[in-house]
């Protein structure tokens, strides 16, 4: 496999026709773009990474239509990840995250008892810090209330409301994305993300539960 040398000068243009023809016809005529500047850079980004973050996969771009209102067949983004990181090309760029974007109810209660602890919920809030000092922002969906039964005057009631948990940093399309210097980007932010990412992994852990 070639090493990463940049997303291909069509990757930004397909996702904008995509946006704008989610069908199999526009797929099918176009996926050899797909093939060649989308999805073959972003494995070899993957494989570029691995000696670092671990061996990584390349996202399907069928979207799971079973339960869904919207039946569009394809993902407008191309998604890459070597857990807990994660990258992705879009029509609007490219994004760079690292951390937990949902977590099982299982998770979820490691997740609340540990930030409920002083000492560890006040860990968990100077690495968020830290991460914003280095340009992240944090992310994740939350409740829009509190979970049952929280003070809330706690304080750290903003940690408590989140259902996942990460930090990210995103570009809009640039020449950077079609050189190397992209894959300079995402392994910053992967650096940057991973105090964040430890104490996940520390204090949540993978989900128990048997997958459906």
């Not at 994305?177 to 992209?182: I, M, V």
């Amino acid at each position: 496999m070639s090493a990463f040398a940049g997303f291909g000068d069509g990757a930004v243009e397909f996702y904008d026709g995509l946006l704008a023809d989610n069908s199999r016809a526009y797929w099918t005529d176009q996926r050899e773009v797909y093939e060649t500047d989308v999805r073959g850079p972003m494995t070899a980004l993957l494989a570029d990474l691995e000696p670092e973050f671990g061996a990584g996969k390349v996202f399907r771009p069928y979207r799971d239509v079973r339960f869904a209102a919207d039946k569009t067949p394809y993902k407008t983004h191309c998604g890459g990840f070597a857990e807990p990181f994660y990258v992705e090309v879009s029509a609007d760029g490219m994004l760079a995250a690292g951390g937990y974007y949902h977590m099982a109810p299982d998770q979820l209660t490691r997740y609340r008892e540990s930030v409920d602890d002083e000492r560890r919920g006040e860990d968990l809030r100077a690495r968020l810090d830290t991460a914003r000092a280095a340009g992240l922002t944090v992310d994740g969906q939350t409740l829009t209330t509190r979970p049952r039964g929280t003070d809330p005057g706690h304080p750290r009631l903003d940690l408590l409301r989140h259902k996942g948990l990460y930090v990210s940093r995103s570009w809009p399309p640039d020449d950077v994305l079609h050189g190397p210097r992209a894959r300079d980007r995402v392994r910053t932010v992967w650096r940057a993300s991973r105090p964040v990412t430890e104490w996940l992994d520390d204090h949540v852990g993978p989900s128990e539960l048997p997958r459906r």
